[in-house]
């Protein structure tokens, strides 16, 4: 939690992009995972998060347009739950702690939203994406949870979006601090990469590296020799030399701030042959999102220039044919990489994903492709300074696609399939690091950059 005049701040910097009206950010509850007692790892929405603080369930915050009013609202706990939790500050400190100075129980919410319907002002809320805050919406202002989410305020949402996406030095300090527990996690992995190791265990010690700082994953750790398949979450199988093991993983804070950050490496640590052929294409793919990456610039653009470096890579290797621009013009690198450059990180790792990818990612300016590979990219918009992303190109070979698309004859000028046919085994690989957006162009987040050349990856891999 960060110091009260932030939030103070941020709720003013909202309501100065607002109209009339009230606006209501429900957190988030417990939920069960087996029975109403084992609940999952509490996580607190991350809006709430942004404009009151508190990371713990059950509370719900408003800020009211038109006469300056904030409230937070919750309930204090009874004997019966200092019993089991220990003493709990109240609602009111809670409160205070955030720069509010009126707190209300939170069966007053209800009569509070009604009196507001009943007085015909706005009710401003984000799209809900739990059940317990769909129902409880319902509950609040009488629009069946099944349709809630139509009724969300777009003026509320391009206003959370302008605000959370420009990071202020407080943020940009906790993703520092979280990308600096991801070079830990992901340097262990490195370490541990060698024939006869199980891929579950050494996704278990990255949970545990997480863990030790007071934190948790950002995201379920995805680990795995089969690089192909893009979000591969089975560790069932065991190392094996010659092939190479894919880590996509990335800590959160207390804080709730995220990384993320992808590393390919070869197991048993030596790159060998198309290996290296691969992970050089990728690496440049990597390295050249961050030399063009600078405020005023689209993402989109910075996408579609790291394709031509991956297709002039696999051209020149034997893999693509014909004219580099006319070949990613018609989408034909996809085959290849048919994912986006990169998403927004925040308080999510997937940045207000939950807000609208049109919102978040792109505008009236950028608008999003239809184009197999690129309509998957998540930020497409002009970037500005604060703004914090990821850079994670790959190059997969998905034996199944590849099938589909030469049986379609699809793009046949431009992929020589008998040579992709050859690789079909190979897997894939996948570069990320999370970058922030400065006046002259940009920078990796945390102190220490994980290893990523061929020279640093082997050389940490005989540690």
């Not at 429900?26 to 999952?40: F, M, R």
């Not at 004997?79 to 209300?104: F, H, R, T, Y």
């Not at 989410?149 to 979006?161: D, G, H, M, P």
């Not at 970037?383 to 004859?409: H, N, S």
């Amino acid at each position: 939690m960060f110091q009260p005049n932030i939030y103070i701040k941020r709720r003013k910097a909202l309501r100065d992009q607002m109209q009339d009206g009230i606006i209501l950010f429900l957190g988030n509850v417990e939920a069960p995972a087996n029975y109403p007692d084992n609940t999952y790892k509490f996580r607190q929405d991350s809006s709430f998060l942004y404009f009151f603080g508190q990371s713990h369930p059950g509370y719900a915050g408003i800020i009211d347009l038109d006469n300056g009013d904030d409230i937070f609202f919750g309930t204090d706990v009874d004997i019966d739950d200092i019993i089991w939790m220990g003493p709990q500050p109240s609602i009111k400190e809670l409160a205070a702690e955030v720069g509010v100075q009126k707190s209300m129980p939170f069966c007053k919410l209800k009569e509070t939203i009604a009196q507001a319907i009943q007085q015909k002002r706005k009710i401003h809320f984000l799209p809900p994406y739990r059940y317990a805050n769909m129902m409880l919406l319902e509950e609040l202002i009488g629009i069946k949870a099944s349709i809630v989410k139509q009724y969300a305020s777009i003026e509320l949402i391009k206003a959370v979006v302008n605000l959370r996406s420009v990071k202020e030095a407080c943020e940009i300090e906790e993703l520092d601090l979280a990308c600096n527990i991801g070079y830990e996690m992901h340097t262990a992995a490195m370490r541990l990469c060698k024939p006869g190791v199980s891929e579950q265990y050494i996704a278990g010690v990255l949970e545990g590296i997480a863990a030790s700082y007071g934190s948790m994953v950002s995201f379920p750790i995805i680990l795995t020799q089969h690089g192909e398949t893009l979000h591969n979450h089975d560790h069932s199988h065991l190392l094996e030399k010659g092939r190479m093991m894919l880590t996509d993983a990335g800590a959160e804070r207390i804080s709730n701030y995220c990384s993320d950050h992808t590393r390919t490496v070869p197991v048993g640590g030596i790159f060998e042959g198309r290996q290296k052929d691969i992970y050089n294409i990728v690496l440049a793919c990597h390295d050249k999102a961050l030399d063009i990456t600078q405020p005023g610039i689209t993402y989109q653009k910075v996408h579609l220039e790291v394709c031509k470096v991956l297709t002039q890579g696999l051209k020149d290797i034997g893999l693509m044919k014909g004219n580099v621009d006319e070949a990613v013009a018609a989408g034909a690198h996809a085959l290849f990489l048919p994912h986006g450059l990169g998403h927004m990180m925040g308080l999510d790792v997937h940045d207000m994903e939950d807000l609208g990818q049109i919102y978040v990612g792109y505008d009236e300016e950028t608008r999003p492709s239809t184009q197999f590979g690129l309509a998957s990219l998540r930020m497409g918009r002009r970037l500005q300074e604060g703004f914090v992303m990821t850079d994670e190109p790959g190059c997969y070979f998905i034996p199944a696609l590849i099938d589909q698309w030469r049986a379609e004859k699809k793009h046949i000028d431009f992929i020589n399939y008998d040579a992709v046919e050859s690789f079909k085994d190979f897997g894939g690989i996948r570069l990320e690091d999370d970058i922030l957006i400065t006046p002259e162009g940009s920078r990796f987040l945390g102190d220490k950059k994980i290893p990523i050349t061929i020279e640093e990856v082997e050389t940490i891999m005989k540690e």
